[in-house]
Nanobody, 114 residues
């Protein structure tokens, strides 16, 4: 059973930056994908960014050029550097780990004020 512990959410003004971290434990596979999804009130959960264990990345169009995902395989940790934040980035951000099935973190709130 994979467990994910997230940190780094908070309140920031538009144009500011935040960095999210997510540490995975209990994984027995070095081949996996880790990433971030978000869910705003009244909306479906959507992909923000993912990174494979080989380093390949994928971003939502809405965050390209502003967000950067990275991972430290030795620490089983994934990071999301969020720059130039906009009010529409406000959501609960969920860490995701995928190997055979999806595992989710508890979520961390990101609020961007205008």
């Amino acid at each position: 059973q994979v467990q994910l512990v997230e940190s780094g959410g908070g309140l920031v003004q538009a144009g500011g930056s935040l960095r999210l971290s997510c540490a995975a434990s209990g994984s027995s596979s070095s081949i996996n994908a880790m990433g971030w999804y978000r869910q705003a009130p009244g909306k479906q959960r959507e992909l923000v960014a993912i990174v494979g264990s080989g380093g390949l990345t994928r971003y939502a169009d809405s965050v390209k050029g502003r967000f950067t995902i990275s991972r430290d395989n030795a620490k089983n940790t994934v990071y999301l550097q969020m720059n130039s934040l906009k009010p529409e980035d406000t959501a609960v951000y969920y860490c995701s780990y995928y190997y055979m099935t999806h595992y989710w973190g508890q979520g961390t709130q990101v609020t961007v004020s205008s």
